[in-house]
């Protein structure tokens, strides 16, 4: 399994268990992904570091003085 951060303007748009996909974006030399429709994104990513999965849970949301993060957890 793996965890991948991503962050969250708003709260109560996800809970805790639900299945959402990704989509992958794609800068000259890494990988960002945004959770449907257009939640939360993550950080950017190395191809090295590049997501194989396009579909997780979410098993953690929290809330920091920079705002909601949510961690989601693939099948890799």
């Not at 994104?41 to 909601?68: C, F, Q, W």
Request: aromatic share 10%; hydrophobic share 35%; charged share 30%.
């Amino acid at each position: 399994m793996r965890q991948m951060e991503f962050k969250m303007e708003r709260t109560g748009l996800l809970k805790v268990g639900e299945v959402r996909k990704v989509t992958e974006g794609k800068l000259p030399n890494s990988y960002y992904y945004t959770m449907e429709h257009a939640i939360a994104m993550s950080a950017n990513y190395t191809t090295l570091e590049r997501l194989k999965s396009r579909e997780g849970t979410v098993v953690d949301i929290k809330e920091t003085a920079s705002g909601y993060y949510v961690t989601m957890e693939f099948d890799e």
